[in-house]
């Protein structure tokens, strides 16, 4: 049973107003899932300046401790070896989780960067994705 010219219309008629209505239902779902996406980006900025003043503070920190476990060896001379030890060991293990939260926040930014790449690429090769 094939269709006629007058069924093929119809459809056509009746078919395309929905299929119009529901493309502009999506545009309006894409439209606002970008302003979803910008804010985002928006969000994730702040969060990465908040984190490097974060981390930044935390440097004056330690800074301020090294100084004053240097000034404490320095006063006081008669220290014995093993707090001497601790207090260096103390300076050692700040100094290697600052070297080590900086290398985690390059690896997190790498991450994100790529990330963001990869979407922009298969946006671009496949923009109804």
Do not use: C
């Not at 093929?8 to 999506?26: C, N, P, S, V, Y």
């Not at 093993?82 to 900086?102: H, P, S, T, Y």
Request: hydrophobic letters at 45%; aromatic letters at 10%; charged letters at 35%.
């Amino acid at each position: 049973m094939a269709l006629t010219d007058e069924d093929k219309a119809w459809f056509a008629e009746h078919f395309d107003a929905r299929f119009d209505g529901i493309d502009k239902r999506l545009a309006a779902i894409d439209t606002r899932l970008d302003a979803v996406d910008a804010r985002f980006d928006r969000q994730d900025d702040y969060l990465l300046r908040f984190r490097s003043e974060v981390i930044g503070r935390f440097e004056i920190i330690d800074r301020r401790l090294d100084f004053l476990a240097n000034s404490f060896n320095k006063l006081d001379m008669q220290v014995p070896p093993l707090n001497r030890a601790v207090v260096d060991f103390g300076i050692l293990a700040g100094q290697f989780a600052r070297e080590q939260m900086i290398t985690k926040e390059r690896d997190a930014d790498i991450v994100a960067r790529i990330a963001r790449l990869e979407e922009q690429v298969s946006k671009l090769i496949k923009p109804a994705a």
